[in-house]
């Protein structure tokens, strides 16, 4: 499949394809950092209430990597993601 022209893909197949991700509320992975940014539109993600963020995601298990629903709909066939459960 083709990739199509979107200013959202930067290079992140080299990190995101295939991977397995799930749902779940925002936490920061590290201590030293308040937020994190959709990998693709850069939608800021953060703890509380704040104006303007998302609480809630894609992520990697890691916390690392955090997608929001919109760029997930849009990219889930191309980067063929797996969904899977968090324990």
Known sequence: MQEPKDW???DQKRYLNEKALCWKRYQSANPDNDHDHCEFCFTKFMEG?????????????????????????????IFKWKIKRFN
Do not use: A, P
Request: glycine share 6%.
């Open 8 to 10: 959202r893909l930067t």
């Open 49 to 77: 209430n704040t104006q303007n963020t998302l609480q809630e995601g894609y992520t990697t298990f890691d916390g690392y990597y955090w997608i929001c629903s919109s760029c997930y709909e849009d990219f889930k066939d």
